[in-house]
T-cell receptor, first 110, second 115 residues
Framework: EDQVTQSPEALRLQEGESSSLNCSYT??????LFWYRQDPGKGPEFLFT???AGEEKEKERLKATLTKKESFLHITAPKPEDSATYLC???????????FGAGTRLTVKP | EAQVTQNPRYLITVTGKKLTVTCSQN?????MSWYRQDPGLGLRQIYY???????DKGDVPEGYKVSRKEKRNFPLILESPSPNQTSLYFC??????????????FGPGTRLTVL
């Protein structure tokens, strides 16, 4: 069965302190690996899709990378407004359903 | 503005009292789905619909019903809610194209408590 595991569950950073969030996946026939941002009281908001190992995508202070077993969301010099829960999800060729991880709750202190 | 709306946003009810959570999208999307989000478990798909009158079960469909009579609306029905259905519910929509996953829009969520 497809599985997605995110670590750590929670991460507290000082403003400017770079770090990475991990997403491990076991999927037969990966069609895409997705990253979402979720703010409290809101629905997830799409950030990136990665399709194959070695691919990288960037947006402002965020960079997502993909290997055959993991994806990382690198946050460079984070700001307090980057505080949110970050979700990753896998999609396989075998079904229509995206499999979500439980998320990493990121807090950036000024 | 492109959006998915859900109502109500918050609901407290009692065991066995039928309820409906509405979902509407204004993007003419073919595909709509319902998720529940529980601590430590992530988002899990309840039901999805690929178009009008076409619905199918997701991972956790027990205790839920859906209907898709119009393209824009996809209500979630709990005919006899139980406390284990206490959760945060999200409706989502996207186009039916393969790239549609890149543009999946989520509603703001409905926090349901069943006493």
């Amino acid at each position: 069965e497809d599985q997605v595991t995110q670590s750590p569950e929670a991460l507290r950073l000082q403003e400017g302190e770079s770090s990475s969030l991990n997403c491990s996946y076991t999927v037969s026939g990966l069609r895409g690996l997705f990253w979402y941002r979720q703010d409290p009281g809101k629905g997830p908001e799409f950030l990136f899709t990665l399709y194959s190992a070695g691919e990288e995508k960037e947006k402002e202070r965020l960079k997502a990378t993909l290997t055959k077993k993991e994806s990382f969301l690198h946050i460079t010099a984070p700001k307090p407004e980057d505080s949110a829960t970050y979700l990753c999800a896998s999609l396989s060729y075998n079904n229509n359903d995206m499999r979500f991880g439980a998320g990493t709750r990121l807090t950036v202190k000024p | 503005e492109a959006q998915v709306t859900q109502n109500p946003r918050y609901l407290i009810t009692v065991t066995g009292k039928k309820l409906t959570v509405t979902c509407s999208q204004n993007m003419n999307h073919e595909y709509m789905s319902w998720y529940r989000q529980d601590p430590g478990l992530g988002l899990r798909q309840i039901y999805y619909s690929m178009n009008v009158e076409v619905t199918d079960k997701g991972d956790v469909p027990e205790g839920y019903k859906v209907s898709r009579k119009e393209k824009r609306n996809f209500p979630l029905i709990l005919e006899s809610p139980s406390p284990n259905q206490t959760s945060l519910y999200f409706c989502a929509s996207r186009t039916g194209t393969p790239r549609g996953y890149n543009e999946q829009f989520f509603g703001p969520g409905t926090r349901l408590t069943v006493l």
